[in-house]
């Protein structure tokens, strides 16, 4: 109930402040549930990965950090979150989301790189696909990067990529992992292109110490 709520305010927020998103290839989603992975490109490209799914409900990963403050982490709770330490991640960054995924009606979203500022694919993604036996569905986001550029309403873009598939009996290898990451990576660039040929990612951040 909580995240139908939220889902709706927040989708009147978003329109009003840029209004100009459009989301491609949703064909491509499978039925039941799945994961979506995309590069982390801004703090809020999991709101617009969300929102081009609906109506389909996700949970995700929070750092633990966020749960501190009482408040924030009641939303995170009720908007379906979990925290995981990301120096430390343990065997419950892989359980946890492969629990929601076998036992209940919501979808993932996940960022294989892990944060906005690295752009190395890490093997988590495919073996909490492969052990709850859900695809990956890549997905990539293009738009404005920081808060204040939505307000310029700039076109937003999430596209959806066709879904990958592991086979629960395949051994995941250090090597098969590192091809799973590579088609994931391949469909990136791809839809990437697709939306637009001549998009460049520019970590934002990294723009702004330079300045400094």
């Given at each position: 109930m909580f995240y139908s709520f939220m889902r709706v305010l927040v989708r009147i927020l978003v329109f009003i402040i840029n209004g100009n998103a459009r989301y491609e290839h949703k064909d491509r989603l499978p039925k039941?549930?799945?994961?979506?992975?995309?590069?982390?490109?801004?703090?809020?490209?999991?709101?617009?990965?969300?929102?081009?799914?609906?109506?389909?409900?996700?949970?995700?990963?929070?750092?633990?950090?966020?749960?501190k403050n009482p408040i924030l982490r009641w939303v995170l709770l009720h908007a379906n979150a979990f925290s995981v330490d990301r120096d430390n991640p343990g065997p419950s960054a892989i359980k946890k989301p492969v629990r929601i995924l076998?036992?209940?009606?919501?979808?993932?979203?996940?960022?294989?790189?892990?944060?906005?500022?690295?752009?190395?694919l890490k093997s988590g993604a495919a073996l909490i696909a492969q052990l709850s036996g859900v695809p990956l569905v890549p997905t990539v986001y293009q738009?404005?990067?920081?808060?204040?550029?939505?307000?310029?309403?700039?076109?937003i873009t999430v596209a959806f990529?066709?879904?990958?598939?592991?086979?629960?009996?395949?051994?995941?290898?250090?090597?098969?992992?590192?091809?799973?990451?590579?088609?994931?990576?391949?469909?990136?660039?791809?839809?990437?292109?697709?939306?637009n040929p001549d998009f460049k990612y520019v970590d934002v951040s990294e723009k702004e110490d330079s300045s400094k």
């Open positions: 039941g549930n799945y994961i979506l992975v995309g590069p982390h490109r801004t703090w809020f490209d999991p709101i617009y990965f969300a929102l081009a799914a609906s109506p389909k409900k996700f949970s995700f990963m929070a750092k633990k950090e966020l749960f076998r036992k209940s009606d919501l979808s993932l979203i996940l960022f294989p790189s892990g944060t906005r500022h690295s752009t190395q738009g404005p990067l920081t808060f204040k550029q939505l307000f310029t309403r700039k076109r990529g066709e879904p990958i598939t592991i086979d629960r009996k395949q051994k995941l290898t250090e090597d098969f992992q590192k091809q799973v990451e590579k088609e994931m990576q391949s469909a990136f660039d791809a839809l990437d292109y697709g939306v």
